[in-house]
């Protein structure tokens, strides 16, 4: 019976995604903010509302779902949140390649929406398929959870230390195999992925994007989903809390695709959330961390992600900090910030902790301390930072940014 609860939801997100597009956006159109802000809305609050109905799912068993794992209602709501959170977060990360993708390829902001959704829709298949996989895999080998902890740590640090380099969109292998098929017209059919082209079927531009679009989504997803499993293995929790951050992604874009520049401390944050995630998977049959722990760690990393970049954002206009060169004296400047956004996120994760263990069982001392005790080790930048913040970015004149120093 518990099958009907995922026939069930399926039929939901296909009416939703149908009222999306059929009613809304029959034509194509150019989104503006407030369309994306109210569709975002939307699809947070109603992310929110199911994390209500899963309470009550498996507080009461409806159907005979969570009486195998012996999941209640409050700790299944809570393993939801954290799990759309993580999936939520790292999603972030597609919003940066999508505008690479956009801007390479000069789509129309009229074709934008309509490509989004067709990949948005592709994704929630390929998805689902991984997850069963994933899951499958957990089922029968539950030393694949080491795997999954590795490769997140091993993604955390590659996406620590990469360099930015070009990259080709127009050059994909499978845009590269798509065209062994068929020719590629040179310019966009209106919101067709196909045209007449010399005579013969053709690929527009759009159906391009499209292939590129969907492939790094499954590249995105061999990392996110094996998070979320360190979250919950209950499957019916993994796919829903995935599908439902994968839904509001479109429209997030177009909220943040604009200012995304702006939160240049985001991938370190995101960086700091692979690489907890992924000992929090390593040390899992050992020392499993409670949910509202790892909540709150995950919380604290994405806030002062955030908060850091709001605070610097008002002193200068830098991009994402990235090492764009290889002299020695810039590699002392970055690694001396990264040494700093370390101490940062290490004071606010012992800090959560100990505010955590005030109401779990724990001693909270131990944590609290450490917290204070890295917070004062960078005390002095930090009264410097905000003194630059209270004067309102008067010294911006006179001290290059980030971006400066790597370029």
Do not use: C
Not at 23 to 43: C, D, P, Q, Y
């Amino acid at each position: 019976m518990e099958i009907l609860l995922w026939l069930g939801f399926i039929v939901f997100v296909m009416a939703m995604l149908a009222i999306d597009l059929g009613l809304f956006n029959r034509k194509g159109h150019v989104v503006s903010i407030v369309e994306a802000l109210t569709w975002t809305s939307v699809w947070v609050l109603l992310a929110l509302g199911f994390n209500v109905l899963i309470y009550f799912i498996y507080e009461h068993h409806w159907l005979g779902i969570g009486t195998t794992a012996s999941l209640n209602g409050r700790d299944a709501a809570l393993q939801f949140f954290t799990g759309y959170v993580i999936e939520k977060s790292l999603s972030l990360d597609n919003i940066f390649v999508i505008a690479v993708i956009f801007r390479h390829f000069r789509v129309p902001a009229a074709l934008q929406h309509r490509v989004l959704f067709y990949g948005i829709l592709g994704a929630l298949v390929m998805r689902g398929l991984m997850i069963g996989a994933g899951a499958s895999l957990l089922h029968h080998f539950s030393w694949i959870m080491y795997v999954f902890g590795a490769l997140l740590i091993v993604t955390a640090i590659k996406m620590l230390t990469s360099r930015p380099e070009h990259i080709d969109p127009s050059n994909h292998f499978l845009v590269r195999f798509a065209k062994r098929f068929f020719p590629l017209s040179p310019d966009f059919d209106g919101e067709h992925f196909f045209t007449q082209y010399q005579g013969r079927r053709a690929m527009t531009p759009l159906f391009v994007v499209l292939i590129v679009i969907e492939s790094t989504d499954v590249l995105f997803a061999v990392d996110s989903i094996p998070a979320i499993f360190a979250v919950t293995r209950e499957p019916f929790l993994v796919f829903t809390s995935n599908i439902f951050a994968i839904l509001g992604l479109r429209t997030l874009y177009f909220v943040l695709a604009g200012v995304m520049d702006r939160f240049r401390y985001l991938k370190m944050s995101l960086v700091f959330l692979l690489a907890y995630i992924g000992v929090k998977m390593l040390i899992s049959h050992h020392y499993p961390i409670p949910p509202l722990v790892s909540l709150a760690i995950i919380g604290g990393i994405l806030a002062v992600g955030v908060i850091g970049s709001l605070v610097a954002g008002h002193r200068d206009e830098a991009a994402l900090p990235e090492l764009e060169t290889h002299t020695a004296p810039i590699k002392t400047t970055n690694w001396r910030a990264v040494r700093r956004w370390i101490a940062l996120v290490g004071a606010a994760v012992f800090l959560l902790i100990g505010i955590a263990y005030l109401i779990l069982p724990g001693s909270a001392l131990p944590p609290i301390a450490a917290g204070i005790l890295l917070f004062s080790t960078e005390l002095l930048w930090l009264r410097k930072m905000f003194d630059e913040y209270r004067r309102g970015g008067k010294g911006d004149a006179t001290s290059s940014s980030w971006h400066d120093h790597t370029s």
